[in-house]
């Protein structure tokens, strides 16, 4: 058989996969009906392993990876349709936001990076200091001061454990973002506050989420954000202290809460990992 009619029969087989892709949309689309009306979870996994193990029960050995690999593609594609479609049908959208930003009038900075104070434009702000980032935490909670400042990130050097740390654990969210130059070194400079506030020209949503502990699940989810075109500015991750042999990830994205794929992205992650938390959103250069 010549190579051109191989590549006809790949292209009839590949018109008969559209085709039954399409149709399987549809039925997803009743699904994400269903659902919405029954408030049924749109991921199982006990389900779809399940299912999985019933179609690959007469695959032979030299495919079964490949043919298991699609299945789960399928699967996760028509969860990822379902997640949009729930969110038009009914008012599901779990992450709390204030539309807007806020100009705060007190601030606290760490003391050794209150030089940095110069390079900000803080109006008639006042700006009080404090010895570590715990301390900050503590002057936010009491309301000595109403949002914090600090360095986020030496852009291309490293990450601030610290910050990434209160965050993550504390009712805190980042609000703005500043890039500025301290000699050689660019600079993530955050304000951060008890309050999530989003605007409509914000290109930035920055999340943690700790994986559930099971295979492929890390490539899951970085599988699923490329799915909505969604790209990463930001990666890091560090030992989950709950949970043996487990991590917390940090992740800053080219998103917003009021584009309606990303809200459903962001739906989906929320379902679909074993912790989740949105950190901020936030305009970046």
Known sequence: MELSEVRKNIDRVDSEIKKLFKERMHLADQVARIKAETDDEIFKPERERAIIENLTGDVSDDILMEYSALIKRIMEISRKYQYGRTLELRDCFNINYVEGKKDFSTYVMLKSEGYLK??????????????????????????????????????????????????????????????????DTKKKLVTFSD????????????????????????????????????????????????????????LEMTASLFKKEDRALLYQLSAETQFFKCLGSYYCE
């Not at 986020?152 to 009712?171: A, F, K, M, P, Y």
């Not at 890390?218 to 202290?241: F, Q």
């Open 118 to 183: 110069e390079k900000l434009e803080l109006g008639n702000a006042k700006v009080v200091y404090a010895d570590d980032v715990q301390r900050m935490l503590m002057m936010i909670k009491s309301g000595e001061a109403e949002a914090g400042l600090s360095v986020l990130e030496d852009i291309g050097v490293g990450v601030s454990d610290d910050i990434h740390s209160v965050l993550c654990t504390n009712d805190l969210y980042i609000n703005k973002c500043v890039i500025v130059n301290d000699d």
């Open 195 to 250: 309050t999530l506030f989003a605007a409509e020209k914000d290109n930035r949503v920055k999340i943690m989420f700790v994986c559930h502990n099971r295979s492929g699940s890390l490539a899951s989810v970085l599988s699923m954000i490329a799915d909505y075109g969604v790209n990463l500015t930001e990666i890091h991750s560090k030992p989950y202290i709950s949970d043996d042999w487990n991590y917390i990830f940090m």
